[in-house]
């Protein structure tokens, strides 16, 4: 079946860092991929996504390349700032008949620190 | 974009009591909406699919007798927890599916439910 694994945090980070958090999928033919993010008591916001294989999903900074031959989507930011503190989510969406079925990852915690 | 709301976003309740926790889409109807369940430091658990006009599906291991899933409107379902236990207690997100069919869901804002 369908799995995503997304690098375990808890993530700390000093304001300005460069941020990496790793994402691989398995699933069988070509899911679109997502990251979510959770700001803290919040529900779920999507952050970017890409739908194709090289796509790279963009948005507050954030980036994600769709890397078919590593079966990789894996988040990437140049300068954390302390309002990026949340959980990100990595997810596919693949269509399954005449459904689309959303599996995430467990989720990573990134902290910024001033 | 697509927009949806959920209602309560924090409920405390005794044990033993029944929660309604709603659903709404409000700029777009959602024939399927569907409900999930978070842990502490966990990820999302999918827990049932709603759809509009019939009955629920729901994951292995989640009870449906619990679980009541109603979706009697295309802009609206209801989870309710009946009975609920202290283990009850939890972050239940709903969301909906992209209407232009990109795969992508909306999540409503969650409602935290706690049992005393």
């Known amino acids: 079946g369908d799995s995503v694994t997304q690098m375990e945090g808890p993530v700390t980070l000093s304001e300005e860092a460069f941020l990496t958090i790793n994402c691989t999928y398995t699933a069988t033919g070509y899911p679109s991929l997502f990251w979510y993010v959770q700001y803290p008591g919040e529900g779920l916001q999507l952050l970017l996504k890409a739908t194709k294989a090289d796509d790279k999903g963009s948005n507050k900074g954030f980036e994600a390349t769709y890397r078919k031959e590593t079966t990789s989507f894996h988040l990437e930011k140049g300068s954390v700032q302390v309002s990026d503190s949340a959980v990100y989510f990595c997810a596919l969406s693949r269509r399954g008949g005449s459904n689309y079925k959303l599996t995430f990852g467990k989720g990573t915690l990134l902290t910024v620190n001033p | 974009g697509a927009v949806v709301s959920q209602h309560p976003s924090r409920v405390i309740c005794k044990s033993g009591t029944s929660v309604k926790i709603e659903c709404r889409s409000l700029?777009?109807?959602?024939?399927?909406m569907f409900w999930y369940r978070q842990f502490p430091k966990q990820s999302l658990m999918l827990m049932a699919t709603s759809n509009e006009g019939s009955k629920a599906t729901y994951e292995q291991g989640v009870e449906k007798d619990k679980f009541l899933i109603n979706h009697a409107s295309l802009t609206l379902s209801t989870l309710t927890v009946t009975s609920a236990h202290p283990e009850d207690s939890s972050f239940y997100i709903c969301?909906?599916?992209?209407?232009?069919?990109?795969?992508?869901?909306?999540f409503g804002e969650g409602s935290r439910l706690t049992v005393l």
């Open positions: 700029d777009f109807q959602a024939t399927t």
């Open positions: 969301s909906a599916r992209d209407p232009r069919g990109t795969g992508e869901l909306f």
